[in-house]
């Protein structure tokens, strides 16, 4: 990266756009970003606009990075308006406001179905959920561009990331209670990629001339007891109880085409990224 590029984060207020932000100011490169509401986790070194502002910006961009995404709860009223406005027509928006921009699309493995095969950048895209659904339009919009990149991301984690998902609540639940209760046998296998690396991933993307999809994981899977015995063995006086089922699917990925291809792979060890991740957690309580 270099000073005379410019570069835009779209949802920058959010923990991978804080990141991606981060990792470009301090290659260098000058980074304007947008956030929609919030503005708690901006990186303060980088201008920032409102989203509502976006046809009013004035430069130039080497690259834009769309990180804003909308991610329902569970049984959410009014979810399918929300999906196709912030998943679908913000894509369409920011095509036509950038032309002549690199698009960096952030998107998901969720736009995947089921599968006993690992899953590669190749592998046919079959939603089972609105989100998946909503964000495989995103890709579909995205591909439109004359000059794009899909980076499709798993399981992210990192200080700033959403307490309720499945790390922060086991680790919530040790440090609260001594306590980690696993559905099933824990044998689920999930795949963690933490935050920092997906920015390198995203980066790398934009730098690649080619248009192209990519897959921004961590070079293995990891089963729900492994991460309560790590979780567990850094809290310390934490016991793991089992109940209930677990009827999840388990997921394996195999990214070889975006690390070759990229000449990056995701570098941040589980072990050391829970590390990190409980010493923020901590200080949220």
């Not at 901006?42 to 509502?52: D, E, I, Q, R």
């Not at 209930?244 to 990214?255: F, H, L, M, R, T």
């Amino acid at each position: 990266m270099t000073g005379d590029k410019r570069y835009l984060v779209i949802g920058s207020n959010s923990f991978l756009g804080r990141a991606i932000t981060a990792e470009l100011w301090d290659s260098g490169a000058q980074v304007d970003g947008l956030y929609h509401i919030n503005k708690d986790q901006l990186f303060n070194k980088a201008t920032h606009y409102p989203v509502s502002g976006m046809k009013h910006l004035q430069h130039s961009y080497t690259t834009v990075f769309l990180v804003s995404a909308y991610i329902p709860a569970k049984g959410e009223e009014g979810m399918e308006e929300r999906l196709a406005e912030v998943n679908e027509q913000l894509v369409e928006d920011v095509c036509k406001a950038f032309p002549e921009s690199k698009l960096v699309y952030c998107s998901t493995v969720s736009v995947y179905g089921n599968s006993l095969e690992p899953l590669n950048e190749s592998s046919p895209a079959a939603p089972e959920s609105p989100y998946g659904r909503s964000k495989l339009a995103g890709e579909q919009i995205a591909a439109g561009h004359p000059d794009h990149a899909i980076v499709r991301i798993s399981s992210m984690y990192g200080p700033g990331m959403k307490l309720h998902t499945f790390l922060p609540a086991v680790i919530g639940q040790a440090l609260e209670h001594r306590e980690v209760h696993i559905f099933g046998d824990g044998s689920r296998l999930q795949n963690y990629v933490h935050v920092n690396d997906v920015a390198r991933f995203a980066i790398r993307a934009a730098e690649r001339p080619e248009s192209d999809t990519y897959l921004a994981v961590s070079n293995e899977s990891t089963s729900n007891l492994e991460v309560a015995e790590l979780v567990s063995l850094k809290v310390g006086n934490t016991k793991i109880t089992f109940g209930g089922k677990d009827e999840s699917a388990s997921y394996v990925y195999n990214n070889e085409y975006t690390r070759r291809t990229l000449g990056n792979e995701a570098a941040t060890p589980l072990d050391r990224g829970l590390t990190e991740l409980i010493e923020w957690i901590r200080k949220q309580y």
